[in-house]
C-alpha cells in the first residue's frame, strides 16, 4: 500500500510536469513562479580556471522546493547547461534540507531562501576580457502541503575572463549552508530489513535532533524512525529499508544533519564492518534531556513512589514486618535502618550497572531486564516459595528480615529483595530519570539509579531516625505472629504470578517444571521444619536440599525454555509493533496507537484493564479509523528497546499517539484514566 501511494504520488507530479509548461514557462515569464530564481557567478577568472555558480532559490511563504533526493514524494531539480566551447560545469551541491512530513510521505525539503552551487571551469583557450555566456535550463518542483507545481526557467549571466577580483560575500555564505566533506571512510551492513550505517565521529561532537539523508534512491525508507546510538567515537545510525529494495547496494550516500541548525556532514559509506550496540542517542524528535538536578529528584520521586504502585504490593510484606520491627529500640531501628537503605542501593547500583554494562557490549537491553530472563523468573518463583512456606511456619529461618530479634544482615538482605522485586516498575516521574540515565555518561546515569534506591528506602530511613514516627508503630507482640501468617498470602500470590509468568515467557513445560522444583523445596523445607520442632539439627539438611533443588533447575530449566504463551485476542484490534508497521500505518495517514506492555509490569496490566481493553475506546477507535500497534516486551525484543530509548523511556509503560496526515506524535503519562484515549480520538 504505502509503494502504491507513493508511486501514484511521483506519476502524478511527472504527469503535471509533461502536461503543464506552457503554463509554467508562463508564469516565469510573467515573474510569477512560487520559487524566484536566479543565477549568478562568482567573479572573474582565468582561462582553464574553476570557478562557483549560484543558482538562487527564494521560496515564497509557504512554499518549498526539494533535496536532490526529494524522499518519498516530490521532484529533485532538473538542470540543462549551455555552455562556450571548452567549458564544463560539475554536479550541484545542495545546503542540508529539512524533513517534511505529511500523510505519512517523508520529504527532503527547503523552506527557506538556499542556493545550489555548481562548478564551472571555464574554456582553457578563453580570451582574457572575453564575456563568456553562461545559460541553465532549470526546471524545478514547487509546493505547498496541499498542491504542487512544476516550474521552469532560463537562467543566464557571464563571466568575464580575467584576473579575479573581491569575492562576492554570499559565496562564502552560500558555502557555509553546505554539509562538510566527512574526512573519514563510513560503513554499512545489510541486517535483514534493516541497514546499519558506522560514522566516524568523536565522541564529544554534540548532536541534536540529527537525521541521515540518503541521496541513495531506495537505499533506506525515508519515513521511517532512524535509531542513533555512539560506539566510542563512532556513530551507529540504524535504518529501515523499504518494502521494495535494491538487491544490492555498492555504496551509501547522503547527508547527516548533526543539529537544528542545518549543521552537516556528506558522505559515501561501503560495505564494511559496523559495531554493534553503543549508548543510544535521541532520534529523530527533539528530546533534549532536563538537567541533572531535576532529573535526580525525579528519580527521588519515582522511588517514594513505588512503595505504593500497585506492582509493588507483592513486597509489601517484607516491609511490612520491617516496618513493625522498627519500633522496639532506637539503635537497633537506626542499625536496621541504615542496612535496609544499604541493600536497597546496593541492588539499584548493582541493577544499574549491569544494564550499562550490557548496552555498552551491544545488548538491546532496558529496565527490568532481569524479568525477562526464564532462569531469574524461576529462581523469584523458588524464593517466593520459600518465604510463603516460612511465613506459615512450615519452617523456621531468618528469611531476609523476619528473624524474631530483628538483626541488620536481615535488613540488608530484606533491602535487596526489596529493591531487586520492586524496580523492574516504571511509575510517575521514575520514568523520565530513568529513560534519561540511558541516555548519559556512566558517571550521572549511575548517580540516578542511586537516588533512586534511595528514594525507595527513604520511608524506612525515616522511621529509623524519627522517634515520633516509630511510636506511632505498634509495640511488638503475640500479634506480629498472626501477622506473620497473613502475610503469606500476598506472597504466595506472587508466587503464582510469577508461575504464570514463567508459563508465558518459556512455555508449558517450563513452568511444570518449575512448579515441580517448588514442590520438592516445600518437601525439603517441611522435613528440615519436622527437625527443628524435634529440637535436632537442620540446616545440613535445608542446605543440602536446597542447593539439590537449584542445581537441578540449572541443569533442566535451560533445555525446556520454550516460546512462550500468545496473548489472547483482547477487545481492541491490534497488530504487532514493528518500525515497518509504524511507517506503513502512518504513511495510510490514519492516525495511529502504539502501545507498549509486558506481562510482568502491574501497572501496564491495570491501565489494560482501566482505559484500553474497554467498550467505549474500542467504539472510539472503530469511528476514527486508528490504527493499534501493540509491542510485546515481556521477552527481550531488541526493536522495542529501541524504540522505547528513542522517546526517552527505560521501560513499560510507554504510549504514544499518532495524530492522522503525520501530525507530531504525542507521549502519554503512564497511568491512563477510563476517558484518557477516548479524548484523544475527540
Not at 541521515?212 to 567515537?233: E, H, L, N, V, W
Request: glycine content about 10%.
Amino acid at each position: 500500500m504505502r509503494c502504491y501511494r507513493l508511486l501514484v504520488a511521483v506519476l502524478l507530479q511527472c504527469l503535471a510536469c509533461v502536461l503543464l509548461p506552457g503554463s509554467s514557462v508562463a508564469q516565469n515569464v510573467a515573474g510569477k513562479t512560487n520559487i524566484a530564481t536566479d543565477l549568478v557567478a562568482e567573479g572573474p577568472a582565468m582561462p582553464g580556471e574553476t570557478i562557483t555558480l549560484a543558482i538562487r532559490m527564494r521560496p515564497d511563504p509557504g512554499w518549498h522546493g526539494y533535496w536532490s533526493n526529494p524522499g518519498d514524494a516530490g521532484l529533485g531539480m532538473s538542470l540543462d547547461w549551455t555552455l562556450p566551447e571548452g567549458a564544463s560545469a560539475g554536479e550541484p551541491d545542495y545546503p542540508v534540507p529539512d524533513t517534511l512530513l505529511i500523510s505519512g510521505l517523508m520529504n527532503h525539503v527547503f523552506e527557506h531562501d538556499y542556493a545550489v552551487l555548481v562548478p564551472l571551469t571555464l574554456p582553457a583557450n578563453a580570451k582574457p576580457g572575453e564575456a563568456l555566456p553562461i545559460s541553465v535550463q532549470a526546471d524545478w518542483l514547487a509546493c505547498t502541503d496541499e498542491i504542487c507545481v512544476p516550474e521552469q526557467g532560463r537562467l543566464a549571466t557571464t563571466v568575464k575572463v580575467g584576473r579575479a577580483e573581491a569575492p562576492d560575500p554570499r559565496f562564502d555564505r552560500w558555502r557555509a549552508a553546505l554539509p562538510a566533506p566527512l574526512d573519514a571512510v563510513a560503513n554499512f551492513e545489510i541486517e535483514g530489513d534493516t541497514v546499519r550505517l558506522g560514522i566516524p565521529l568523536p565522541r564529544t561532537l554534540s548532536l541534536k535532533n540529527p537525521h541521515f539523508f540518503a541521496a541513495t534512491d531506495k537505499a533506506i525508507d525515508y519515513g521511517a524512525g532512524q535509531s542513533f546510538a555512539r560506539a566510542g567515537d563512532m556513530l551507529v545510525i540504524t535504518l529501515a529499508r523499504p518494502e521494495i529494495a535494491p538487491a544490492a547496494i555498492e555504496t551509501l550516500g547522503g547527508v547527516l544533519r548533526l543539529n537544528e541548525a542545518g549543521d552537516g556532514l556528506s558522505l559515501v559509506a561501503v560495505p564494511g564492518p559496523v559495531p554493534q550496540g553503543g549508548e543510544p542517542l535521541a532520534g529523530g524528535e527533539d528530546t533534549a534531556l532536563p538537567g541533572l538536578p531535576i532529573l535526580l529528584l525525579a528519580a527521588l520521586a519515582g522511588g517514594l513512589l513505588l512503595n505504593v504502585m500497585p506492582c509493588v504490593f507483592p513486597i509489601l510484606s517484607l516491609k511490612a514486618m520491617s516496618l513493625a520491627r522498627a519500633g522496639e529500640s532506637d539503635s537497633q531501628a537506626r542499625s536496621e535502618g541504615l542496612a535496609y537503605t544499604a541493600g536497597v542501593l546496593l541492588a539499584c547500583l548493582g541493577l544499574g550497572g549491569l544494564l550499562l554494562a550490557l548496552r555498552a557490549a551491544g545488548q538491546e537491553v532496558g529496565w527490568a531486564f532481569q524479568l525477562q530472563e526464564p532462569g531469574v523468573v524461576a529462581a523469584l518463583l523458588l524464593l517466593a516459595t520459600a518465604l510463603t512456606a516460612n511465613f506459615l511456619g512450615v519452617f523456621e529461618f531468618s528469611a531476609p528480615g523476619f528473624a524474631s530479634e530483628g538483626s541488620p544482615r536481615g535488613a540488608f538482605a530484606t533491602g535487596l529483595l526489596a529493591a531487586f522485586v520492586a524496580t523492574p516498575c516504571t511509575g510517575p516521574f521514575m520514568a523520565a530519570a530513568m529513560g534519561a540515565a540511558l541516555l548519559m555518561p556512566v558517571l550521572p546515569a549511575m548517580a540516578l539509579f542511586g537516588v533512586l534506591g534511595l528514594g525507595i528506602a527513604l520511608p524506612f530511613l525515616a522511621i529509623a531516625f524519627v522517634p515520633a514516627m516509630r511510636r506511632r508503630l505498634p509495640r511488638p507482640g503475640p500479634w506480629m505472629v498472626k501477622f506473620r501468617r497473613w502475610m503469606a498470602v500476598p506472597m504466595g500470590l506472587t508466587a503464582l504470578a510469577l508461575l504464570w509468568l514463567a508459563w508465558r515467557i518459556a512455555g508449558s513445560e517450563f513452568a511444570l517444571a518449575c512448579s515441580a522444583l517448588a514442590a520438592v523445596l516445600v518437601i525439603v523445607l517441611a522435613l528440615s521444619g519436622r527437625r527443628q520442632r524435634a529440637g535436632l539439627p537442620a540446616v545440613g539438611m535445608a542446605g543440602f536440599g536446597v542447593i539439590a533443588v537449584g542445581l537441578a533447575g540449572f541443569a533442566l530449566l535451560p533445555r525446556l525454555e520454550g516460546t512462550g504463551s500468545t496473548a489472547a485476542p483482547g477487545i481492541i484490534a491490534t497488530k504487532p509493533f514493528s518500525q515497518a508497521a509504524l511507517a506503513q500505518a502512518r504513511a495510510s495517514g490514519k492516525p495511529v496507537f502504539a502501545w507498549f506492555t509486558a506481562d510482568w509490569c502491574l501497572t501496564c496490566k491495570v491501565n489494560e484493564q482501566v482505559a484500553i481493553e474497554r467498550e467505549a475506546t474500542r467504539e472510539a477507535f472503530e469511528r476514527a479509523g486508528v490504527v493499534v500497534l501493540r509491542g510485546d516486551w515481556t521477552r527481550r525484543d531488541p526493536a522495542i528497546t529501541r524504540y522505547l530509548t528513542e522517546h526517552g523511556a527505560a521501560g513499560v509503560p510507554l504510549y504514544v499517539w499518532y495524530p492522522p496526515n503525520g501530525g507530531k506524535p504525542q507521549k502519554l503519562a503512564q497511568v491512563l484514566t477510563p476517558g484518557t484515549l477516548p479524548d484523544l480520538v475527540r
